[in-house]
């Protein structure tokens, strides 16, 4: 058994005192970056809590922090199993189904290692001034712009989009079909499983012609380094070299952009904290830990990947039986208060040593090492070149993407006095 | 033939990616750092796999005889 670190005895988790089980999604929060109350009431009484989703089907909520330490980093607790056949489909996890996250090691090892040194602390730093540059392009531009502007597409989504187009090798005026692609699969709940097929055909179609191109005239990126296990080591299928190639390139859009949304917002309406920031721009890298553990980015009503139980389990006290639906609520558990005092005080000199928004285990965030860099840039420019930057519209009227699976503002105007 | 392995505490975020890839190999100290269980194994691929995908490459495989480092790929 994994040892999390847990402070909390089997006495404080009354399973017997959740006579029914809780109906889940539990209704949204009115302050998105903040939890709901509802769901804070939950976890402070049952971190680990029965619940059911909309299909009727039943599983396992899990919101304390070394609870959902537990989950995501113990091999009792599989991602593949929750496609077994008869496995009720469960949120948007049918699109991650032939994906990294859709595997358990020691099949997950041997894809997730070759790219994983793409990904390193190392490569980052290394990556960092050109990702500087590109903050500096998007502010120029801005500062040329009208203000009020939109800082979604005149900076936080087009961020990480420049950044891993170029370490993937991906053409940059190739994104607006990316982008469009991406809110079929992954937002909206008007379309329809005819569109979300086209999209989805539509990238894989993409990325075939572009890896096919890429093997004639190889360059020095990424999809080039996995043509290359492909094709000389023989370590990848061709399905998993088009699926790969199109999970990283989706991966990374909407989940930087709204955690700088978010964090912007947040801090917005945490004047003291955002004034700390402009006065000491070095609090940055801490600053965006804490925004990490801090900021609600789960889309409204997001059914996180399950893990289903590979034998019965005691966790937080509670018995679990074999193959049941377990689903770790990382954003809810860094806010447990056994993990993190004053859980719910935005402090931006906390510098949170360790918290769950990269997930752990086997499936932590490729892409963390390159999000904290992209997201401590990003702030830096931010602060620095645009002064007093502020939303320009209230919090209340920040409409967001329905049924996406990230809280993805639709757009977030913003203005900022005389450069 | 073993390996020797070491976790750099100074590098390590406490990601999990080597106790949840290599569970019999690595454990957390009571700071949520990874400490190799032993810290010379046998060749085993899950520790070769942890180290590979450590996001901070924290992890050193040596030969245990010759100091050699071992190729993570």
Redesign the interface.
Known sequence: MVQTGGTRGPEVCPVASQPEAVKFPLPPSPVPYDTAPEMRALAGKCPVARVELPDGSAAWLITGFSEVREVLIDQRYSRALAYAPGRPRLGFDYLLAESLMGMDPPEHSRLRKLVAAAFTEKRMQALRPEVASIVDDLLDDMIAGPRPADLVRSFSLPLPSRVICSLLGVPPEDLDKFHGWSNTLFGDWSRTIEEMTEAYLGINGYMAELIARKRKEPADDLITVLIDARDSGDRLSEDELVRFCFGLLMAGHETTANQINMSFAALCHHPAELARLRADPSLIPAAVEELLRFVQIAGRGTIPPARITREEVCLGGVTIPAGEAVLPMMNIADRDPAAFPDPDRLDVLRAPKTHVAFGAGAHHCLGAQLARMELQEAFRGLLARLPGLRMAVPLSEIEFREGHVIASMRALPVTWDDT | MSWRVRVDTG?C?????C?????DRF??D???HSRPVSEVTGEE??VR??A??????AISLTDAETGAPVA??
């Open positions: 590098l975020i406490g990601s999990g990616m106790v949840g890839t290599a569970p454990a957390f009571a700071d949520q691929e899950a796999d942890a590979a995908s450590c996001p901070v490459e993570l790929d």
